[in-house]
């Protein structure tokens, strides 16, 4: 993406879990709101990449939900969607990570990823245990009590929660949950709905680049080799004590400010769908894409509902966030031709 602009989540984007038609929502998801974490995802792999000296795609691959094909016969709804990475399958040698029937499996057990609810609830999320077998479950906590104090200092440093899979959730000291035998997940603090502050975006950035040394032990155990952890902690320290969090410009703490645009408030959230899928996510005025550009796009009025312009198809074009902001009522174009 090439895109410079800002990245916003509106509070608008959770009504795209509200779209009645199962494919029109996953197509929404898809063309619309994807572009959108997958930028995120790309600021996060830039800052892992500067903060470790690695490059994260020689061990990583893209993994997302939910995947939707055109001609997929059966669409599984979902309140859920998120994107992250897993360890890349290699070829040349076997995991250590083997099923019931003692054959080692295929792909990588975890995952870290930006992970966003139907109520606009997005958080960053490493999960260990897409599937486990004993081994590499007591291996991996066995190694997390061996590096207690840089694992909990990691968790601090990132407000970062140790979450226990238990079904009756217990109080307890992690040293102790890493002794117990339910699986876990880690989880950033959660950030919702509006996300238009720079710095709120910088939150899951780096919230996602300190869960990563957890992602790549869990990587490094399953593939039967010696995770780098120690040396990740002390190239983040260097990391976070060098690095520039970024500043608010008067113009963006202006744009964060605005009041609600018109057709915001007016134009239902199935007909503003559709307006921008006709329009095939892209900007009227402009020309960019949502898909290439990971930019908000919002529905305009051609003629302003204050002038007696309707809330139907034909008075309703698709501009980007910007593009709209700049756009005076008193201008009446019809951009799409």
Known sequence: MTSTEALVFEARDTEIFSIPDTKTKLNTLQNYFFPRLKKLLDMALQEVKEAYGIDPFERYNFVYSPSHRKE??????????????????????????????????????????????????????????????????????????????????????GNLNYHT?????????????????????????????????????????????LAFPILDICYALAE???????????????????????????????????PELDSYRFVRAGLWYQVLARDNWTCCSCRRSAKEHGIVLHVDHILPRSLGGRD???NLQTLCRKCNIGKSNKDFTDLRS
């Open 312 to 314: 139907e198809l034909a």
């Open 72 to 157: 997929a016969k059966v669409n599984q709804d979902t309140d859920l969607v998120l994107i992250g990475i897993s360890g890349r399958r290699l070829f040349d040698r076997q995991l250590k990570v083997k099923r019931e029937d003692g054959k080692p499996y295929a792909l990588h057990p975890a995952s870290a990823y930006f992970q966003v609810t139907n109520t606009g609830r997005m958080t960053v999320n490493v999960w260990p245990f897409t599937f486990s077998d004993e081994t590499y479950f007591w291996n991996l906590k066995k190694y997390l009590r061996h590096h207690y104090e840089s694992f909990t200092a990691l968790l601090n440093a």
């Open 165 to 209: 899979l238990e079904g009756k959730k217990k109080l307890s000291p992690i040293k102790h949950m890493l002794t117990d035998e339910y699986f876990f997940e880690v989880q950033s603090s959660a950030l919702y709905f509006p996300i238009e502050n720079p710095l709120a975006i910088d939150q899951l950035v780096v919230a996602f680049v």
């Open 224 to 258: 039967g080799i010696k995770p780098a952890f120690p040396d990740q902690v002390k190239a983040l320290t260097k990391w976070l004590t060098n690095r520039n969090p970024p500043e608010l410009t008067r113009a963006e703490i202006q744009e964060i400010q605005l």
